[in-house]
């Protein structure tokens, strides 16, 4: 599968440092340390409706982290997947009388043009369950094999049981996991499982619903194993960030970290565990279930600038929850504007303590309004003429670029 064009990248003087993330497994900051090569798994999307601003806000939050480390010095290797099968996806398309094929690459399709619009850098690989079927099976034969899977009614499960460091991501409790499971996916009720809490690992073949031939018969994966056997293959194990929103602690990446440790014996599945914030809109959380959406394609037809978009979304601190309003919306097309207006002009302040404080500010935990404060700062005083240098508004403009992802 392919993903989308990448933004070409300003090249700025000198270096910024790694930036510190907050690890949702330690509850506190660290500062990643990659080598050369930094390598980012980011959970994708279910492809059964338009990208929606929350999805925007954990894939511009991850574009930040990317650009940060390439600014540090670091190369990315950055991994995503699509969940290209899977039970939202064939219930929108049974519901709608449409092969769930053909929804899948249309819905997939309508994603990367929202990505390229909001100018997110891409992964190096953009990859479908359907196409990773072939690495996923072996993966659920080898945990039955360690004894770390089981059979009901045809159907494999994992045993949380077997992963001495299960819960180490989320730190809830059993009650808190137990209300999530139920909530997320799970299917604690089903009777035959040894634990509420194992999840499913592969499905069994039922009418009417897509299968592959595989040892453990005909059937398709559970939801967790196939992110795992995706990241596993492409970035090893211990690889530097596992990210996606804040739904996807529990039990998506507690899940996922279980069955790559006790596939690989080894450990950690990942170094960090960094999620984004929930956007709402109308007092409740946004999301497909609840059909309380703003989507990024219908924002463009209706003419509204991609950039703005951006900076609404990159005006409130990647890990908080946060509402989305006309009055977000309006404030970032005014900043735009702004910014416009000020690098518009033929000279200005230096900008070399500009570039250092959005270094600065992203450097610590991605903190995105406080770089945006940065430049409002400095597009204020060059908005009175407080400045001769001519260089000044093409450093402002490129960093922004290269740092925030706003083409100026």
């Avoid at 250092?356 to 060059?382: F, I, Y």
Wanted: glycine content about 10%.
């Amino acid at each position: 599968m392919y993903a989308w064009p990448a933004p070409e990248l300003p090249v700025l003087p000198g270096q910024g440092a790694s930036p510190r993330v907050y690890d949702s497994a330690a509850g506190d900051l660290v500062t990643t340390a990659p080598g050369p090569v930094a390598r980012l798994y980011v959970c994708g999307i279910t492809p059964y409706d338009a990208t929606h601003m929350g999805h925007a806000a954990t894939y511009v939050a991850f574009d930040l982290l990317q650009r940060v480390w390439r600014d540090a010095g670091h190369r990315v290797h950055y991994v995503q997947n699509v969940t290209d099968v899977d039970d939202p996806l064939l219930e929108r398309a049974a519901r709608d009388g449409e092969d769930w094929t053909e929804l899948a690459v249309r819905e997939t399709t309508l994603f990367r043009e929202d990505m390229t619009a909001l100018r997110v850098l891409p992964p190096d690989h953009y990859i479908g369950v359907v196409e990773a079927i072939d690495r996923i099976v072996p993966l659920v034969v080898d945990l039955k094999e360690k004894g770390a899977a089981y059979d009901v009614d045809g159907d494999i499960y994992f045993s949380v049981a077997s992963d001495p460091r299960f819960g180490a991501v989320s730190g809830l409790s059993p009650d808190d996991m137990l209300k999530l499971s139920a909530e997320r996916g799970g299917d604690p009720e089903r009777p035959g499982k040894k634990n509420p809490l194992d999840p499913l690992l592969w499905r069994a073949a039922r009418d009417g619903e897509p299968s592959w031939p595989s040892p453990l018969g005909p059937g398709r994966p559970g939801w967790h194993i196939e992110c795992v056997a995706i990241a596993v293959d492409h970035l090893g194990m211990a690889f530097d960030v596992q990210g996606g929103g804040s739904d996807l602690v529990f039990p998506h990446h507690e899940m996922g970290a279980s069955h790559a440790q006790v596939a690989t014996g080894e450990a950690p599945y990942a170094k960090a565990y960094v999620h984004a914030g929930m956007v709402g809109l109308d007092g409740e959380k946004m999301s497909k279930s609840r059909g309380n959406l703003v989507f990024v394609s219908a924002l463009r037809r209706a003419g509204v600038e991609p950039m703005a978009m951006r900076l609404a979304l990159l005006a409130h601190h990647y890990r908080s929850d946060w509402e989305w309003t006309d009055d977000v919306l309006t404030a970032a097309q005014d900043r735009l504007d702004r910014w416009r207006a000020a690098v518009s002009r033929p000279d200005g302040p230096p900008a070399d303590a500009l570039l250092a404080a959005l270094r600065e500010r992203l450097a610590d935990d991605l903190d995105a309004p406080g770089a945006l404060a940065a430049m409002d700062a400095w597009a204020a005083t060059q908005s009175t003429g407080g400045g001769t240098d001519a260089g000044a508004p093409g450093v402002a403009s490129r960093a922004v670029d290269a740092l925030l992802g706003v083409a100026l």
